[in-house]
């Protein structure tokens, strides 16, 4: 049996003789693809051009990966550093930190460079871009679907001059379009701060599905304005300051009595943001008219005494809440919402999402309230 046992085993052993050693001949990682050669297995010999083929392809990407993200992290370090100096040289000095202007290196203020508001509005120093270039103001879109809960088919003011005694014929359903472009027209007015904006923003709902009135545009809006912008640099918990103004504002419709609405503003803005967030506040004080005048004489008690806007950027995704208020109690306590939502739907479009509440959705409907829900496409979005 033991003899057996052996002619088996010596059988074997010669049946695997021929056979590789895989453990003796897998070849260490290549340098290159000459040193896969002088494998004489062809099954190894190709492995080993195949990883060659691999690790040239690979390398010089993880390379420069590595390389950017520490250059990143030296970055980002000498950043904090350069930031806390300049911090401890201002109190030094006895500069103050809200509105500290440029040293050798940067100003505090222009440590905001590529922040939300400096996207928009130019803050760091090397951010100017000169003056006459036209820039997005407010989100540029066309909503060709724009419903209405409640129409506002008279129009009224305490004026009687501006109610309409005939109702008009209105669908709930309209389309709405807003047009907003801004220009830098000083720069650097004071030294190196305060720039002098003009913007234009223009409103319309048009009654283009309302074949039985000939599909006017039922209301627009025209919103000229000038604005003198500073930059800031101060903290407020968690969120940065960056820009603070003061401005002249006019809004109206251009129509005749009754439907005739008007006012003028100067409006006050504070603008702070954060990573991916963007805060501004607009307190505005309404520049008052003779009653024989006024075609709108309780406006503020409806369409409000300022208003806040707040913006949040995920991805290509762009939220933004805006809420403003009569700051009034009792009967004269009003007020409204808007929510916004820009979603990506090629490179340069994007669709649009409106939804309103409240009163004030337009000047004719200053003292209307309904809710409004209206979707399409945008240009331009706030950021």
């Known amino acids: 049996m033991s003899s057996l046992r052996k002619a088996r085993a010596s059988a074997l052993v010669a049946l695997l003789a021929p056979l590789p050693s895989f453990a003796q001949e897998t070849p260490a990682p290549p340098q290159d693809a000459a040193a896969c050669a002088s494998i004489e297995s062809d099954q190894l010999r190709l492995q080993c051009y195949d990883a060659a083929f691999r690790a040239s392809q690979a390398s010089p990407a993880v390379q420069q990966a590595d390389a950017a993200a520490a250059q990143a992290r030296e970055q980002l370090q000498a950043q904090k550093e350069e930031a806390k100096d300049l911090k401890d040289e201002a109190k030094s000095s006895g500069k103050p930190e809200l509105y500290a202007t440029d040293t050798a290196r940067h100003a505090l203020a222009n440590a905001g460079k590529g922040s939300l508001l400096d996207s928009r509005w130019e803050l760091a120093k090397d951010s100017k871009l000169g003056i006459f270039n036209l820039r997005g103001y407010k989100p540029l879109y066309l909503l060709p679907a724009y419903w209405s809960s409640k129409p ?65 545009f039922r209301e627009t809006n025209y919103e000229p304005e000038v604005m003198l912008v500073f930059r800031n640099a101060y903290r407020l918990g968690g969120w940065n300051g960056r820009m603070a103004s003061i401005g002249v504002n006019h809004q109206s ?12 503003r100067v409006i006050a803005t504070i603008g702070l943001d ?44 762009e939220f933004s809440l805006l809420a403003r208020h009569s700051l009034r109690g009792g009967d004269r306590s009003h007020g409204a919402v808007q929510f916004d939502w820009g979603f990506p739907l090629t490179r340069q479009l994007r669709g649009h999402l409106q939804v309103f509440d409240g009163y004030g959705e337009s000047m004719i409907d200053y003292n209307h309230r309904a809710t409004y829900i209206g979707l399409g496409v945008s240009l331009l979005e706030w950021f």
């Open 253 to 264: 419709n251009g129509r005749a009595d009754p439907l005739s609405r008007s006012w003028n």
């Open 152 to 216: 506002n088919t008279m129009p009224s003011s305490p004026n009687p001059e501006n109610t309409v005694a005939t109702p008009q014929q209105l669908d709930n359903l309209e389309a709405k379009y807003q047009i907003s472009l801004k220009t830098k027209v000083v720069e650097n007015l004071f030294g190196d701060n305060g720039d002098i904006w003009a913007a234009y923003t223009q409103t319309s709902h048009w009654q283009v599905y309302n074949a039985e009135i000939s599909r006017p």
């Open 274 to 317: 954060r990573e991916n967030w963007a805060l501004m506040v607009r307190p505005w004080y309404r520049i008052p008219e003779s009653w024989s005048d006024d075609n709108n004489p309780d406006i503020s008690d409806y369409m409000g005494r300022g208003d806040a806007l707040l913006v949040h950027t995920r991805g290509r995704h």
